[in-house]
C-alpha cells in the first residue's frame, strides 16, 4: 500500500522490517542501547554481536533522540537507533516526544544521504502507545518534515506494521492509500 508526497513514496508495508532492502532501517530501542525483545531483539539478532557492541560503545540514548550504528549483518546501511516514550496516560508529553523520534530520525537521514528509510511502530509494543494516536503521529511528522525539509535525499519511507492493530491504524490515518 502506498501513496506519496512531495515526490516521496511512502508505504504502509506489513512484515519483519530486517528483511527490507532499504538504506536504513530504525530500531525501537531502549535508553541504554542494550537490546531487548519485540524489534530490537528481531534486529540485534539478524544484525549479529556486533550490533550489540557497537550500542555498548554508545552507551545511551535520550528518549526522542537518536544514535546511528551500521547494520553489519543487516542487509541495510545502517541502524537508527530511537527511543520512543513510554505511554503513561497522555499527560506526560508523550506525543511531543514520540514526535521527536520520528524528525530526528529523518533529519539523521538526510545528514546521511539515506534514500529509503523504514521505520517500525515506535512505542506500539510493550511502551503501550495507542497503535491509533502513533501512526498519527507518524504521518504527520513524515508529511510536515517533507513539507517543511529544504532539500533531502528520500524516496522512500516505510512505515512497517507487524501487528494487525499498527496495521489498521496506518490504513486508516494515512490518505490516499492505495
Ligand atoms: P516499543 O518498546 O517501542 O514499544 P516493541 O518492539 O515492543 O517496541 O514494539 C514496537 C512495534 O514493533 C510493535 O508494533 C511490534 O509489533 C513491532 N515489531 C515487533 N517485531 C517486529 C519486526 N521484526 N519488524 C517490524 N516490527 C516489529
Given at each position: 500500500?502506498?501513496?506519496?508526497?512531495?515526490?516521496?513514496?511512502?508505504?504502509?508495508?506489513?512484515?519483519?522490517i530486517t528483511?527490507l532492502e532499504v538504506d536504513a532501517i530504525v530500531n525501537?530501542?531502549?535508553?541504554?542501547?542494550?537490546?531487548?525483545?519485540?524489534?530490537?531483539?528481531?534486529i540485534?539478532?539478524?544484525a549479529?554481536?556486533?550490533l550489540?557492541?557497537a550500542c555498548?560503545?554508545i552507551?545511551?540514548?535520550?528518549?526522542?533522540?537518536v544514535r546511528l550504528t551500521p547494520g553489519f549483518r543487516l542487509p541495510c546501511r545502517y541502524v537508527f537507533h530511537t527511543?520512543?516514550?513510554?505511554?503513561?496516560?497522555?499527560?506526560?508529553?508523550?506525543?511531543?516526544?514520540?514526535?521527536?523520534?520520528?524528525?530526528?530520525c529523518l533529519q539523521l537521514a538526510a545528514e546521511h544521504a539515506v534514500r529509503s528509510i523504514a521505520f517500525?511502530?515506535?512505542?506500539?509494543?510493550?511502551?503501550?502507545?495507542?497503535?491509533?494516536?502513533?501512526?498519527?503521529?507518524?504521518?504527520?511528522?513524515?508529511?510536515?518534515?517533507?513539507?517543511?525539509?529544504?532539500?533531502?535525499s528520500l524516496?522512500?519511507?516505510?512505515?512497517?506494521?507487524?501487528?494487525?492493530?499498527?496495521?489498521?491504524?496506518?490504513?486508516?490515518?494515512?490518505?490516499?492509500?492505495?
Amino acid at each position: 500500500m502506498l501513496t506519496r508526497k512531495h515526490g516521496v513514496t511512502i508505504e504502509l508495508w506489513r512484515g519483519d522490517i530486517t528483511r527490507l532492502e532499504v538504506d536504513a532501517i530504525v530500531n525501537a530501542a531502549n535508553n541504554g542501547l542494550r537490546g531487548g525483545g519485540g524489534v530490537d531483539g528481531a534486529i540485534h539478532r539478524a544484525a549479529g554481536p556486533e550490533l550489540l557492541q557497537a550500542c555498548m560503545h554508545i552507551g545511551h540514548c535520550p528518549t526522542g533522540e537518536v544514535r546511528l550504528t551500521p547494520g553489519f549483518r543487516l542487509p541495510c546501511r545502517y541502524v537508527f537507533h530511537t527511543v520512543g516514550p513510554v505511554w503513561r496516560g497522555g499527560d506526560e508529553g508523550e506525543e511531543t516526544l514520540l514526535a521527536n523520534c520520528y524528525r530526528n530520525c529523518l533529519q539523521l537521514a538526510a545528514e546521511h544521504a539515506v534514500r529509503s528509510i523504514a521505520f517500525p511502530a515506535i512505542s506500539c509494543g510493550v511502551y503501550g502507545y495507542p497503535a491509533l494516536s502513533a501512526m498519527h503521529i507518524a504521518w504527520q511528522q513524515i508529511s510536515d518534515w517533507l513539507t517543511e525539509a529544504p532539500e533531502h535525499s528520500l524516496q522512500r519511507i516505510v512505515l512497517v506494521a507487524y501487528d494487525d492493530a499498527v496495521w489498521q491504524a496506518g490504513c486508516r490515518v494515512m490518505p490516499g492509500i492505495s
